[in-house]
């Protein structure tokens, strides 16, 4: 599928079955169509039922493109990854005469039997390319160079004429070496339509491939113009004419005897009168019928009647209104059209009036049919819609036909009954495949998500897109009494365990909650309910609860014994629990381990397991962490031994021995301790009020009585961390403060791999500190693979911190890693692995919101926010805790207790007390969007952050059975939440919206308008055909709304609007929102254009005119304070402080500065043009990133930027950089969709001149949104344009070269490029000669890392040999005597890597 500027390769399981990604490939080429090629078979035939897809490895894909290449394409396997590779390329036209150097080039046309590929163009030249299959083999050889020469010979023909198309027809079985060719072309000299038919041999040694005109038929004056040659694979010789109003029925020998006798069926028209004009069409195998189905006036006259069966050639066509006709033809001949219905509401019909269809097989597996049913089994087609999603749809021939219940639910199905139809048999179902997301006509970004508009008429949209882990709510839990009596949780306090259970995994989850005073725990039984767990509860009901865990659990797989260790405000005791018995209400007593003295408290608990030794009879012991709290606010850590299988064997009235234990004196009282194992490594980390953070290691000693040690490794002061930061970076876009002296840390933990380590420390004011420790021991083992100098020197230290602002809350964390559940698991995988142990590589954050903090490939921590699947926002989370990981094998799986305040319907609790639901988590973030319906074609877009609703400005477009011909427009306040309107204001008919832009007046009041930019446009005439019919634009408005909030007006008290105020404004009163009309200017051009500039002033581009506003609020009136008028339009306007850049149709950019007025008298405000470009191109949108620079768009997917120079320097713009996107292009802005933490060391911000520090330099890392520009296209893409360093630059620059350099058919190479002659004659239409320098295309970048392996990376770093030593010399370290430790292909790889990960989503 041709998707944008790439091609995207989908797997289709079976008919009707999910569509899936596998792999895409840029092409740096326009294209005009793709085929597919399939091997012959050894009977020379294909069946048409089958299929019409690209199978792996054995079938081809036919590319060609709009300067005249033409490309085999075949799907490979690399390494477990599939991929594009091209296996011939040629250019076609290359000996015709074409006039002004452009080929118009119409569409390649494939043989049914994969004999050979036609090349149509527009005017006069048709090429026939036979297809040498014996040298399919040698085109897949690992040798690029070689050229298997798969056309082996071309003939090429002029037709004298306009081609309106052309199709390759099925030969007969006894000529299967014979090509024919017919093509329906205007001729040159009088205008008339023929029929030409060519003929043409397979090479051969008895055949001569040549290429000639053997017979012409004229077509009847009273058909009009061909649209589409069909060629009828099972009806040989035989073809279908569809016009704008009927489909004509045409076979070879009638074209050799010239019978002008056509036989056509008229399509259908609008209600109207109007044709209802066919967009796509597809072949679809064959279906018996009787001949005594046919009407008498389809026979000819010397035609008898028979009642036989007949095969007839079945077509699917839809048109323009997106009706779909089942079109079956039979070489009677006859044609007949039956409608297929959709049920009424469930499905707009606009959705099947695609571009494209595809006939996808049927399926007759008695799974998808009625075991009684005798019908035919259904069709499956894939409609590509024209700016709607693509579906796959489903045409089922029976209408007692039933919805089967195994369905494959992987999109939404919208089952159908039988309606009104020509003969009521048919109908269609249809689900999505795949979301098409044009055209994207306008988009913002905001700090939690981004926004862009989609689709067209009433399927219009706009969708917000979250990048961040996707969270399922999978559970929502509820305890049962075993007296069916239900127990209602209030949850402020949650933990959880594992307990052996007799089910197949052998793991049930436990989770205690605090209720009001009491505490409930609850288990999951065997049939998945949720019980009150007897045995824990009477013992810990009572109790101050500090936590609750379980050990033993290594020998509970064969003993199914554990025990369940509780410490409480005033002891530490166990109940042992066993898998048979877990709600017996009879349980064993619990044993006491420890108590508190009299002026002790016990604050925080955890239990560590490590192993005693190395020996290969080590034990795996257990120790219990209690934080002790004295009347004298001293704090202490006591550490309690207790091995696992003394906890076991025990007895009730004697519990075991821990007369040894270990205390750490702290000098403040603690607030948090988090008890850490990374491989062998032991560390107990403890924040104090000072505030400080303590990090202690616990290493096993047999010397000791207690079998422990534990020893100060690191003190870090957080107060004083915190004032040698320079910089800091925002996650949640909320403010917190700024006060450091009170900051107390809420929670503690550790990110590490092979060669990092971080420290995260959580603070209650919710920000987080980072701090990258070196000389914190992994293993506790030297690594010998590593050298002496890079050695851990023992000696914790902080080699660089960050703050990281998370929300408002204090921040805490939750490990990740799967043995971090059950204690004694640690043990075995540290004894597992001596050498490399496994690392911390994430963690949870929770604060206001939820997020995932990880460990990047190049070493680097990165957030990512989680969000929920289906677009709404995750509730507030009191606290996270861990569930079994056994439970969900892809995802991390958590029991979160969610306050049931204000969002209880994530859930699904129907009070507000709040609820405990089991979540799953994604282990890897991605982006997420979810489609907000508007009912309108959206045309801008903006959020107002006051209200949080957004604002939408878009048209209704008429349609062909309406009565208008002229679309409406209007502006709707939607809540982004749930797409609910909450209040819309309609516009006078014949006017359209053009912009929409938020205006803040700021003063001694402040004032809050919506101004809403229209066209006025003249009523058009149905009489007046041609251009003269198009409606003229007349004049423009500007219209000032108020957005404002009902809820706090008086019931009784009314206001009687204007009748201006009736016609512009509505509003829901149930909503508490409405859209006030305040004021409008009626300008004398549409306004194109509009933005806020300064204070108090308003800008707006109407025609040539630039005028500026300021509003009297006093007067209740807009005054114009100055204006300044172009040679041509204006297309957009962008303000940065007094200085004003307007785009222009025609003239590029220019750039004014505006002058307010002072108090002198006499003074008044001012435009002055102070700078030009001295190249014209036709602008779409135009955006000042700094005082010096200018980036804007050309509405074809030109991209340029110029630089602002000295006002007493030159007038002139100078020309930074350009490159061609070949695509349209809509609306550029600086931003990014994705919030990052950190940037790479050669990502330059635009302006340079606000930053002291570049990126890259110690604590110098800030938002991308400052650094990042995003390009929209009409196909639904975005673009991200970065700057990046001199140096780095030159390493793509020459990667970018060695690619292009490399063989035509090595991977490394894109598979399209477009020629020097069409990028001349796109440059000459621009009116300049402006070449891509100065830039380089991450695509070619990011193929390089992902579809090349690693011996053709190398093979393009072998062409150009300076290329590793630029990238050598970009990370060379400062000391000269210094050894790279990486190669050059490493780092080149990082690099790329690095860049192409900012720019994506």
């Not at 004083?720 to 930061?725: I, K, M, S, V, Y």
């Not at 507030?876 to 969900?888: G, K, L, M, S």
């Not at 990126?1255 to 650094?1267: C, D, H, L, R, T």
Request: charged content about 20%; some cysteine; overall charge negative.
């Amino acid at each position: 599928m041709a998707v944008g500027t790439s091609l995207s390769v989908f797997s289709l399981d079976a008919p009707g079955m999910l569509v899936g990604h596998v792999s895409s490939a840029p092409v740096f080429a326009n294209i005009l169509n793709i085929g597919c090629l399939q091997p012959p078979t050894e009977h020379h035939h294909r069946s048409f039922a089958e299929p019409h897809i690209i199978g792996l490895g054995s079938d081809l894909c036919v590319v060609l493109a709009e300067d005249g290449q033409l490309a085999l394409l075949n799907v490979e396997e690399i390494g477990g990854r599939y991929r594009l590779r091209t296996l011939e390329k040629t250019a076609v036209l290359a000996d015709a005469e074409v006039e002004n150097e452009s080929l118009m080039l119409h569409k390649a046309v494939i043989d049914p039997f994969s004999r050979a590929i036609t090349v149509v163009s527009w005017i006069n030249h048709i090429e026939l390319l036979p297809i040498d299959w014996a040298n399919r083999s040698a085109a897949q050889v690992a040798d690029y160079s070689q050229t298997p020469g798969l056309f082996r010979s071309r003939i090429c023909i002029d037709a004298d004429g306009a081609i309106c198309d052309a199709a390759i027809l099925s030969p007969l079985r006894s000529e299967m070496q014979r090509i024919l060719l017919v093509a329906a072309v205007v001729e040159r000299t009088n205008r008339h339509i023929n029929l030409h038919l060519y003929e043409s041999w397979v090479p051969g040694a008895s055949h001569r491939p040549a290429l000639g005109m053997v017979a012409k038929l004229p077509l009847p004056y009273s058909m009009s113009t061909p649209m589409y040659v069909v060629p009828l694979p099972d009806h040989r010789e035989c073809f279908l004419l569809i016009n704008e109003c009927e489909i004509a029925f045409v076979s070879a020998p009638q074209i050799l005897s010239g019978d002008v006798n056509i036989y056509h069926q008229p399509i259908p028209r609008l209600p109207n009168g109007q044709p209802d004009l066919v967009k796509a069409y597809c072949v679809a195998g064959t279906k018996a019928i009787l001949s005594a189905h046919m009407s008498d006036s389809s026979r000819r006259p010397s035609e008898p009647l028979l009642s036989s069966t007949i095969l007839a050639q079945k077509l699917y066509i839809t048109t323009q209104s997106g009706k779909l006709y089942c079109v079956l033809v039979s070489p009677r001949p006859h044609i007949s059209l039956t409608r297929v219905s959709a049920k009424q509401g469930s499905v707009s019909d606009i959705i099947l009036s695609g571009e494209s269809m595809l006939f996808l097989g049927s399926h007759s597996h008695k799974r998808y049919r009625n075991a009684d049913s005798a019908e035919a089994s259904p069709d499956y087609l894939f409609v590509g819609g024209d700016c709607a999603d693509h579906r796959i749809v489903r045409v089922i021939e029976d209408s007692s036909w039933q919805e089967p219940a195994c369905w494959p639910k992987h999109g939404p199905m919208q089952p159908n009954e039988p309606t009104s139809s020509l003969d009521g048999s048919l109908f269609w179902t249809s689900r999505l495949a795949l979301v098409n997301q044009s055209p994207i006509s306008d988009f913002m970004l905001q700090p939690e998500a981004s926004y862009w508009t989609s689709g067209l008429s009433s399927n219009g949209a706009v969708n917000r897109a979250q990048f961040g882990h996707g969270v399922r709510v999978e559970e929502t839990i509820g305890i049962t009494n075993a007296d069916a009596s239900s127990v209602n949780i209030t949850p402020t306090s949650l933990w959880s365990f594992a307990l052996p259970s007799i089910a197949a995994n052998g793991i049930t989850p436990c989770v205690v909650v605090q209720q009001a005073g009491t505490y409930v725990p609850a288990i999951r039984d065997i049939d998945g309910e949720w019980q009150l767990m007897h045995m824990l509860h009477q013992f810990i009901e009572a109790k101050q609860l500090v936590s609750v865990d379980s050990v033993g659990f290594s020998d509970a797989a064969n003993t199914g014994v554990c025990c369940v260790v509780c410490v409480t405000s005033e002891s530490v005791f166990l109940v042992k629990s066993t898998a048979i018995a877990l709600a017996i209400p009879e349980p064993s007593p619990p044993v006491i381990i420890s108590c508190a003295k009299s002026d002790e408290v016990f604050t925080h608990g955890g239990i560590l397991s490590m192993t005693t030794d190395d020996s290969i009879d080590s034990v795996c012991r257990n120790w219990i962490l209690v934080a002790v709290r004295t009347k004298q606010m001293r704090s202490v850590i006591r550490i309690i031994s207790a091995p696992a299988a003394e906890y076991i064997d025990c007895q009730m009235d004697q519990g075991p021995s821990v007369d040894s234990f270990v205390e750490l004196e702290l000098p403040h009282e603690m607030s948090c301790m988090r008890i850490v194992s990374v491989g062998k490594a032991n560390f107990v980390l403890v924040g104090t009020y000072e505030p400080k953070l303590y990090v202690f290691q616990l290493s096993p000693c047999t010397n000791s009585t207690s079998g422990i040690i534990a020893s100060l490794v690191l003190g870090v002061d957080i107060t004083e961390h915190l004032a040698r930061l320079e910089t800091s970076t925002v996650v949640s876009g909320t403010q917190v403060n700024d006060n450091i002296a009170g900051v107390v840390a809420s929670d503690a933990c550790v990110l590490c791999s092979a060669d990092k380590q971080f420290l995260l420390i959580g603070l209650r004011n919710g920000s987080m500190v980072q701090l990258e420790i070196s000389g914190l021991s992994r293993c506790g083992t030297p690594d010998p693979s590593r050298s002496a100098s890079d050695q851990d020197t023992g000696v914790p230290r902080v080699r660089s911190s960050e703050l990281i602002r998370v929300g408002l809350v204090p921040v805490v964390f939750t490990d990740l890693s799967p043995s971090s559940f059950f204690s004694e698991q640690r043990c075995e995988l540290a004894a597992s692995d001596t050498k490399h142990c496994s690392g911390i590589p994430r963690v949870l954050v929770l604060s206001e919101s939820l997020f995932i903090a990880s460990l990047s490939s190049v070493g680097t921590v990165t957030i990512s926010l989680c969000v929920l699947h289906d677009g709404q926002q995750i509730p507030e989370i009191r606290q996270v805790v861990p569930a079994p990981p056994a439970w969900y094998q892809d995802r991390y799986s958590y029991m979160i207790p969610v306050d049931g305040a204000q969002h209880t319907i994530f859930c699904l609790s129907a009070d507000a007390s709040g609820t405990v639901s089991l979540l799953s988590i994604d282990t890897v973030a991605q982006c997420h969007v979810h489609e907000i319906p508007v009912g309108i074609e959206p045309r801008r877009v903006i959020s107002d952050k006051e209200t949080g609703l957004m604002l939408v400005a878009g048209i209704v477009p008429a349609f062909p059975t309406s009565t208008s011909m002229f679309p409406t427009s209007s502006l709707k306040a939607i809540d982004t939440r749930d797409g609910h309107i909450h209040a819309e204001a309609q516009f006078d008919p014949y006017e359209l919206v053009h912009s929409l832009e938020k205006w803040h007046i700021q003063g001694p009041k402040s004032y809050r308008y919506i101004c809403v930019g229209t066209g006025q446009y003249s009523e058009p005439n149905p009489s007046i055909q041609g251009l003269d019919a198009v409606p003229r634009a007349v004049g423009g408005r500007l219209v000032i709304y108020n957005l404002k909030s009902t809820k706090r007006k008086s019931r009784g008290k009314s206001e009687k609007p204007s009748r201006k105020q009736k016609s512009d404004t509505t509003g829901n009163a149930a909503s508490g929102y409405e859209l006030r009309y305040i004021w409008e200017s009626k300008r004398s051009a549409p306004v194109r254009a509009l933005a806020h500039l300064g204070d108090s002033y308003l800008i707006l581009a109407s025609g040539t005119l630039c005028v500026v506003l300021k509003l009297d609020v006093v007067q209740k009136q807009l005054i114009e304070c100055c204006e300044a008028e172009l040679r041509f339009p204006a297309s957009s306007l962008d303000v940065r402080g007094n200085v004003v850049v307007v785009g222009s149709s025609r003239e590029t950019v220019h750039v004014f500065r505006f002058v307010p007025s002072t108090a002198d008298p006499g003074s008044v405000e001012s435009l002055q043009m102070i700078h030009s470009a001295r190249f014209g191109v036709n602008t779409a949108d135009a955006r000042c990133l700094a005082n010096d620079l200018v980036v804007g768009i050309d509405t074809s997917g030109y991209l340029y930027a110029v630089g602002i120079p000295d006002e007493s320097r030159e007038f002139a713009l100078d020309f930074i950089m350009g490159i061609n996107l070949g695509t349209e292009c809509t609306r550029v802005k600086m931003g990014s969709p994705v919030r990052r933490l950190s940037l790479p060391t050669h990502v330059l911000p635009w302006d340079r001149s606000e930053h002291n520090k570049l990126p890259g330099q110690q604590n110098a890392y800030q938002q991308i949104s400052e650094y990042s520009v995003i390009i929209s296209t009409a196909a639904g893409a975005l673009w991200t344009l970065i700057r990046i360093s001199k140096s780095a630059y030159h390493v793509l620059h020459r990667l970018e070269q060695a690619m292009l350099d490399m063989e035509a058919k090595h991977p490394a190479r894109p598979l399209m490029l477009e020629t020097d002659s069409i990028a001349r004659n796109r440059q000459s239409d621009t009116g300049s000669q402006l070449l891509s320098e100065n830039i380089v295309d991450g695509t070619l970048s990011r193929m390089f890392l992902e579809n090349l392996t690693d011996s053709e990376q190398a093979q393009v770093l072998d062409r150009c040999p300076d290329l590793g030593q630029l990238a050598l010399r970009l990370f060379s370290s400062p000391a000269p005597s210094a050894k790279p430790t990486l190669s050059a292909l490493e780092y080149v790889r990082l690099l790329v890597y690095s860049l192409t990960s900012v720019c994506s989503c």
